[in-house]
């Protein structure tokens, strides 16, 4: 009889040990290198760490998301924007919403960290992840620190031509191109606040000869846009009133 029990609670251990093993294994959490953007008229420096957070089951997980520390060096000028799944939240906010997410897939999660350019201390940021309604649940952390030594986008590729109407902005702005921005691949247009955080990011193919730009979730403000497509880039301002 003892035998027995010693069998069968080493069994039930065996079966703890693994359940255990695989919730240690419902995700995984790789981080790319950072991007850096320097924008040296707007005296600031982005720097975009993009994390692939996949589920490694066979099941649709809800994965979550924390920024468990937002330590800068100056708030009233530093900031972090963390977009994660369809979602972006600023400096304010920590804890994200649940993204069910399919096996050997991952939700789109972004931390977007601005310093000031010349800015000698370092962000500390932290990132948690883990399953909705379980313990499980991985740290990252990323430690941002000013480049030196790096100058802005070469002025040759800068084009001009831009027309944004209406500006400013009552609804969704129409923004039409110069012909350096139709032929110069697909485009990404970007948009930061006078404190030169990210505030959104849009996609249009290439070819485009003007673009609808999405404001439905900015708040009012002057903006900074940046339109990017191969070398070539255009910058300027965008008024949002709505």
Request: hydrophobic letters at 40%; a negative charge.
């Given at each position: 009889?003892?035998?027995?029990?010693?069998?069968?609670?080493?069994?039930?251990?065996?079966?703890?040990?693994?359940?255990?093993?695989?919730?240690?294994?419902?995700?995984?959490?790789?981080?790319?290198?950072?991007?850096?953007?320097?924008?040296?008229?707007?005296?600031?420096?982005?720097?975009?760490?993009?994390?692939?957070?996949?589920?490694?089951?066979?099941?649709?997980?809800a994965l979550v998301a924390s920024r468990t520390k937002n330590?800068?060096?100056?708030?009233?000028?530093?900031?972090?924007?963390?977009?994660?799944?369809?979602?972006?939240?600023?400096?304010?906010?920590?804890?994200?919403?649940?993204?069910?997410?399919?096996?050997?897939?991952?939700?789109?999660?972004?931390?977007?960290?601005?310093?000031?350019?010349?800015?000698?201390?370092?962000?500390?940021?932290?990132?948690?992840?883990?399953?909705?309604?379980?313990?499980?649940?991985?740290?990252?952390?990323?430690?941002?620190?000013?480049?030196?030594?790096?100058?802005?986008?070469?002025?040759?590729?800068?084009?001009?031509?831009?027309?944004?109407?209406?500006?400013?902005?009552?609804?969704?702005?129409?923004?039409?191109?110069?012909?350096?921005?139709?032929?110069?691949?697909?485009?990404?247009?970007?948009?930061?606040?006078?404190?030169?955080?990210?505030?959104?990011?849009?996609?249009?193919?290439?070819?485009?000869?003007?673009?609808?730009?999405?404001?439905?979730?900015?708040?009012?403000?002057?903006?900074?846009?940046?339109?990017?497509?191969?070398?070539?880039?255009?910058?300027?301002?965008?008024?949002?009133?709505?």
């Amino acid at each position: 009889m003892k035998r027995f029990l010693s069998a069968t609670l080493l069994l039930l251990g065996g079966l703890c040990l693994l359940s255990a093993n695989a919730a240690a294994q419902s995700f995984s959490v790789a981080m790319e290198e950072p991007h850096v953007t320097v924008f040296k008229e707007y005296n600031v420096i982005t720097m975009d760490y993009i994390f692939h957070v996949v589920n490694t089951t066979a099941n649709p997980l809800a994965l979550v998301a924390s920024r468990t520390k937002n330590q800068l060096p100056n708030p009233e000028i530093s900031t972090t924007v963390v977009c994660w799944g369809d979602l972006c939240y600023d400096a304010k906010e920590s804890i994200y919403n649940a993204n069910i997410v399919k096996p050997g897939k991952s939700p789109y999660c972004k931390v977007t960290v601005t310093l000031p350019i010349g800015e000698t201390n370092c962000a500390d940021v932290q990132m948690t992840f883990g399953v909705q309604f379980t313990e499980e649940s991985t740290v990252r952390d990323i430690t941002a620190c000013a480049p030196t030594g790096i100058s802005s986008v070469d002025e040759g590729n800068l084009v001009t031509g831009v027309k944004i109407a209406p500006n400013p902005a009552t609804i969704n702005p129409t923004m039409t191109l110069p012909t350096e921005l139709q032929t110069a691949g697909e485009l990404t247009l970007n948009l930061f606040t006078v404190k030169g955080a990210k505030a959104s990011e849009q996609h249009f193919p290439a070819g485009s000869e003007s673009v609808v730009v999405n404001t439905s979730g900015l708040p009012n403000g002057v903006y900074f846009y940046q339109i990017a497509g191969g070398q070539k880039e255009a910058r300027g301002t965008m008024v949002v009133a709505k």
